[in-house]
Nanobody, 121 residues
Framework: QERLVESGGGLVQTGTSLRLSCAAS????????MGWFRQAPGKEREFVAA????????SYATFAKGRFTISRDNAKNTVNLEMRSLKPDDTAVYYC??????????????WGQGTQVTVSS
């Protein structure tokens, strides 16, 4: 099972950008689909974006299309989420996840501990 550690969260202003990273340790990272999810206070966790094992395909939640970009580097065992034009509604804990494509149709089998993103208005 993969161990996932997120980084890059923080407090930013509306309209700015932020890059989240997820470092994976494990032998199966390069064969796993990877995804990002988020959970805002008082809300259920929701899907943000996902990418296939080789980066050949991606999928995004509607709110993320055109603003967020997911990418991965299998040589470095990392997956990133570039977020642009951030809004206060993007405030949440962001989680990295590993699993089977297509995420989120299949429940991920590994989760990171999460990184807080706060967007001030």
């Amino acid at each position: 099972q993969e161990r996932l550690v997120e980084s890059g969260g923080g407090l930013v202003q509306t309209g700015t950008s932020l890059r989240l990273s997820c470092a994976a340790s494990g032998r199966t990272f390069s064969r796993k689909a990877m995804g990002w999810f988020r959970q805002a206070p008082g809300k259920e966790r929701e899907f943000v974006a996902a990418i296939t094992w080789n980066g050949g395909a991606t999928s995004y939640a509607t709110f993320a299309k055109g603003r967020f970009t997911i990418s991965r580097d299998n040589a470095k065992n990392t997956v990133n989420l570039e977020m642009r034009s951030l809004k206060p509604d993007d405030t949440a804990v962001y989680y990295c996840a590993a699993g089977v494509w297509p995420l989120p149709s299949y429940e991920p089998d590994a989760w990171g501990q999460g990184t807080q993103v706060t967007v001030s208005s």
